[in-house]
């Protein structure tokens, strides 16, 4: 059942005409093995794209992006695990991985980002 409404899902997606052709097009998803951009990344590897997802766990993350491959054939879906967003450095390695392996980066989704809390005075408004 799952499946199915997965499967109905893209193709709705396929059928819509501002779908621009993502055939060589790279996405790079942050909590990309995750419930939202599992599913997410798994229509725009259908349609034409790799993928590079990244997590923090390496058992699930490689997992989840092997699964995602399978939407269609040759696709290419690399799974980097031991990458927390809160370290900006183990990020940048994963984007040169990604970049590396798959040879750009062109799109950035994510499920997780680093939020940093402050102060409301210290927030920039604008007046506009
Ligand atoms: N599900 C909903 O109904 C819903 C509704 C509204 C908003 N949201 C929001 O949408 C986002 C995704 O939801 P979801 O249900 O797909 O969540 P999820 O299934 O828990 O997936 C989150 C993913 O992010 C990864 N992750 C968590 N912390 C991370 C970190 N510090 N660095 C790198 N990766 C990290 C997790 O993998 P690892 O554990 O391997 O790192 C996991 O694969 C969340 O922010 C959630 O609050 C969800």
Known sequence: ??????????????????????????????????TICSAQVRALVYLGADACIVGRNVQKTEDMAK?????????????????????????????????KELGSLDFVMYAMVQTRLRPLEDTYMSEN
């Open 1 to 34: 059942m799952a499946y199915s409404v997965r499967s109905q899902s893209v193709q709705h997606l396929k059928s819509r005409s501002n779908v621009s052709d993502l055939a060589n097009k790279v996405v790079f998803c942050t909590g990309g093995a995750g």
């Open 67 to 99: 699964d995602i491959a399978t939407a269609r054939k040759g696709a290419k879906v690399i799974g980097i695990g031991s990458i927390d967003v809160r370290e900006v450095e183990s990020l940048q390695k994963a984007v040169e991985r990604c970049v």
